[in-house]
């Protein structure tokens, strides 16, 4: 796939094989060509985020590296080898770093197994999606040192709960640390319970709420909090009836 950056002075035209040939002709110059790349690490589905390469570490994780804005800016070779070899150097201390960043995400898993599996025995229908490690700039991985460079990485915490919409839904915390897990999710806690306590509610008098977004919006345009009139509504009928609330 052909890429084309517009800059300023001019247009920069690169194909996602050409930039992972230069960022393996980087390495291969830097006596890394035991470091891999590949043309299929680079996401082609997120139109948002082009050249978004999505790294294998270990087994099971992906470290979605990206350039800086200044990639699409370059418009001279000499500013684009500076870019390519922020992604070179990234690779190389994600290879250093591999056994230390499988520790960590870990780590993380096992204290959100831990906290979650506490949170359904008091009765949150919470659930662990996936750990994964949050997307970062090629340039923060970039640096001299491997150990400093794997600690900009954070680990991404996807739990699976009830939205404001009362729908399933899927939520991401970054973590910087295991001990951290607990505190990070403590307000999605507090949100599932008074969330499920409204369901149950719902449950009891019969009635099933599909409010529309527009509603929603008209609502929050006129300062009024939806939760509480639509609570308020119910209160002032003498017969079940039904809500319609269509998550955005």
């Keep these: 796939m052909r890429r084309e950056l517009k800059t300023e002075a001019a247009y920069v035209n690169i194909t996602n094989r050409q930039f992972v040939a230069t960022i393996r002709a980087k390495l291969d110059a830097g006596g890394h060509a035991d470091v891999p790349v590949d043309r299929l690490w680079v996401d082609e589905d997120d139109q948002g985020y082009p050249f978004l390469l999505r790294v294998p570490v270990g087994a099971e994780l992906i470290m979605p590296l990206m350039p800086l804005n200044g990639f699409f800016e370059a418009d001279t070779p000499e500013?684009?080898?500076?870019?390519i070899g922020h992604?070179?150097?990234a690779l190389v201390n994600l290879r250093r770093g591999e056994k230390m960043l499988l520790r960590y995400v870990n780590g993380v898993r096992k204290?959100?197994?831990?906290?979650i599996t506490a949170a359904r025995a008091d009765g949150l229908d919470l659930l662990l999606d996936r750990v994964g490690l949050k997307p970062a700039y090629a340039w923060h991985l970039a640096g001299g040192s491997w150990k400093d460079a794997i600690s900009y990485v954070?680990?991404?915490?996807?739990?699976?709960h009830t939205s404001f919409y009362l729908r399933p839904t899927v939520s991401e915390y970054?973590?910087?640390e295991a001990a951290d897990v607990a505190d990070e999710i403590q307000g999605l806690r507090e949100e599932q319970r008074e969330r499920q306590e409204r369901l149950l509610e719902l449950e009891t008098i019969g009635a099933d709420l599909e409010v529309d977004a527009i509603t929603l919006d008209l609502l929050a345009a006129h300062g009024l909090d939806a939760d509480?009139?639509?609570?308020?509504?119910?209160?002032?009928?003498?017969?079940?009836?039904t809500v319609q609330h269509l998550g955005r």
Aim: glycine share 0%.
């Design 79 to 83: 500013k684009m080898d500076v870019h």
């Design 87 to 89: 992604f070179a150097d």
């Design 111 to 115: 204290a959100a197994v831990e906290v």
């Design 154 to 160: 954070l680990a991404e915490l996807r739990v699976r």
């Design 174 to 176: 970054y973590v910087e």
């Design 228 to 241: 509480q009139v639509l609570r308020d509504l119910w209160k002032r009928q003498s017969v079940t009836f």
